[in-house]
């Protein structure tokens, strides 16, 4: 029983191409989260979405573009894709959206713009 | 502006010795502090938290320091085993009550058999 999972868990695509991770949890949480880990190794928060709301847009390009269609699913599309979005994408669900939640994680998904 | 920093990025340990890492914070503002464990190709997972009015908690081989006159936490794990090998990041809630996870960049703990 999966709680967080992603796919898919590897995408290799070229420049300019539009691409979607999905994500789906099956714990019941409010709040869910898409987190980037670039080549430093640094995760870095990008959406939040409480019951299909958006919560936190962290300065993300207009590329990209969150879909949570019921609070257990948040998409993510992104256009137009360049070689600096090459990273993993991790998503993530909490409870609730107060910040002394446990953040529970997905696998994550290796993204590869050649 | 990175609020949250490991400043080592690795550490090597012998099994059954004490593993030691570090976390530094500049924002005041924060009042709780998260650890998470990260194996490759995995998600981070949570592994212990403590809030600003604690200086100290204690989960099994875990224990977890808070210092806030120096805005530094420290995670304890003793005795070390093989199977703590892995990234350990901490984290902060970005001062704000949606949730945001402010990351250090983490720490790549080798326990050596």
């Known amino acids: 029983d999966t709680a967080v999972s992603q796919t898919p868990k590897y995408l290799v695509t070229q420049m300019g191409n539009d691409k979607s991770i999905k994500c789906e949890q099956n714990l019941g949480h409010d709040t869910m989260y898409w987190y980037k880990q670039d080549s430093k190794k640094f995760l870095k928060i990008m959406f939040s979405y409480n019951n299909k709301e958006l919560i936190i847009n962290e300065t993300v390009p207009n590329r990209f573009s969150p879909k949570s269609p019921d609070k257990a699913h948040l998409n993510l599309h992104i256009n137009s894709l360049e070689l600096g979005d090459s990273a993993v994408y991790f998503c993530a669900s909490s409870p609730t959206m107060t910040g002394d939640n446990e953040q529970f994680f997905g696998p994550g998904t290796r993204l590869t713009v050649l | 502006d990175q609020q949250v920093k490991q400043n080592s990025p690795s550490l090597s340990v012998q099994e059954g010795r004490i593993s030691i890492l570090n976390c530094d914070y500049t924002n005041s503002m924060f009042d709780y502090f998260l650890w998470y464990k990260k194996y490759p190709a995995e998600g981070p997972t949570f592994l212990i938290s403590?809030?600003?009015?604690?200086d100290k908690n204690e989960d099994g081989r875990f224990t977890v320091f808070l210092n806030k006159s120096a805005k530094h936490l420290s995670l304890h794990i003793v005795p070390s085993q093989p199977g703590d090998s892995a990234v350990y990041f901490c984290?902060?809630?970005?001062?704000?009550?949606?949730?945001?996870?402010?990351f250090g960049q983490g720490t790549i703990l080798t326990v050596h058999p």
């Open positions: 403590i809030s600003s009015i604690k």
């Open positions: 984290a902060a809630p970005g001062g704000t009550s949606y949730g945001k996870l402010t």
